[in-house]
Structure formats: C-alpha cells, structure tokens
C-alpha cells in the first residue's frame, strides 16, 4: 500500500471513530441517531416535509417514515397539514422535541470542546488547519 492509500485509510478510519463517538454523546434513553438527526434537522430548519426529509438523509420514505413515528408518538414532532398544499404534511418540532434536539446538541458540543482544551495550542492549531484541509477536500 503506498503512501496516499495509507493516508487515505487513516483519514476514513479516524473520521469514523470521531463520528461514532460523538454520536454516542447524547442523553441517557435517548432516540436512535436517525430519530435524533432528524429531530435535530427540524430544529434548525423548522418544518419538512416526509419527501424532504427523506431526500436530505438519502433513505427512503418507508424508513423516514419510522423515524417520524418515532418521532410523533414520542411527543417530540407533530405533523401538520402544508398551508401551501393540504395533501402535504409537515413535520416540526414540539417544545419537548427542541428542548431534547438542544440538550443533545449541547452534550456533544462539551465533550468534543472539552477534548480539544486538552490539546496543546500548537496541538489545537494542527486540528484547525486539518479541518480547513478537510473542507477543501469535501468542498465545503
């Protein structure tokens, strides 16, 4: 294996350790990530609908579908009929909902900061300019 394939699997494999453990900062008894991404999604950009929301996460609607009823009978979302067009449900958060998507989000943001005040600044300066890198590559 050469150099840049090596490079290449260490960037996937630190990528996804970093994923996966900040996903797992969340409440105790909490939703499932997917639940979660989309309640969080809806809190940011307010109400979507089921074709929206499915689009956005690249599953279909039968499986956002589970999601939302997860969702909507755990008094975290509710849907509501689309004022632009009655055939259309939107789904936005409850007040319940927000304040989980918020707590959640709050968690993982004191765990990943609280891991980067343990680095040295030199430390903290080479993962800022790994993310610039990171963006550049993912052409955000």
Partial sequence: MDAEARLGAQVRSTVGRLYR???SERPDGSLGDAALDVLT??????PQTLTQLSE??????????QSVN???SAGLAV?????????????STTAEGDELAASTRSQRNAWL???LRELSAEDQATVAKACELLDE???A
């Fill in 21 to 23: 453990r900040f996903r």
């Fill in 79 to 91: 849907r509501t009929p689309d004022p632009g067009d009655r055939r259309k449900v939107l789904f």
């Fill in 56 to 65: 956005r996460a690249g599953v279909s609607p039968a499986s956002m579908s």
């Fill in 137 to 139: 590559i993912t052409g």
């Fill in 41 to 46: 999604h809806l809190q940011k950009t307010g």
């Fill in 113 to 115: 900061d609280s891991r």
């Fill in 70 to 72: 997860r969702l909507t």
